[in-house]
């Protein structure tokens, strides 16, 4: 299912950056904080573990762009985004895949909790995220 609302981007890497004024009023320290928390969960990955992904602040969440290592999407090996995630309506975290043929972001998981979510990116064990 494709998700609904603002995202990010809809091709290519770029971008804000981490750190960057998102514009998003009272959203930056929380956004932050859970920032570090993906990005030392990604520390743990399953796979790819040698490169390193940047965590982007981004659409009132946070996206996840990587070099393509398996050279499957791109080529060159250059950057290509491998997740987003972002607060539903609800309140609930919502994880989405870059479907990279169709260049749009699919929904994949939801939960109140972000850790499940955190898990299901890191262990990846269908090749979902990191393609």
């Known amino acids: 299912m494709t998700s609904a609302g603002r995202a990010p981007r809809d091709a290519g890497a770029g971008g804000r950056g981490v750190g960057s004024d ?29 490169v390193r992904p940047r965590v982007l ?8 762009e990587s070099p393509c290592c ?21 309140g609930q975290w ?3 895949a870059r ?5 749009c972001w699919v929904l ?3 939960s109140v909790e ?3 979510l ?3 990116l890191c262990v990846d064990a269908e090749r979902v995220y990191w393609p």
């Open 118 to 120: 955190l898990d299901a």
């Open 94 to 96: 919502c994880l989405h």
């Open 22 to 50: 998102s514009g998003e009023g009272g959203e930056g320290g929380v956004l932050d904080l859970t920032r570090y928390r993906v990005e030392r969960a990604l520390r743990q990955r399953a796979r790819y573990r040698y």
């Open 70 to 90: 398996s050279r499957n999407v791109d080529a060159t090996g250059g950057l290509i985004d491998i997740a987003w995630l972002a607060r539903d309506g609800e």
């Open 99 to 103: 479907d990279h043929a169709a260049r």
């Open 108 to 110: 994949r998981q939801r």
């Open 114 to 116: 972000l850790a499940p």
């Open 57 to 64: 602040r981004e659409a009132q969440g946070l996206r996840i």
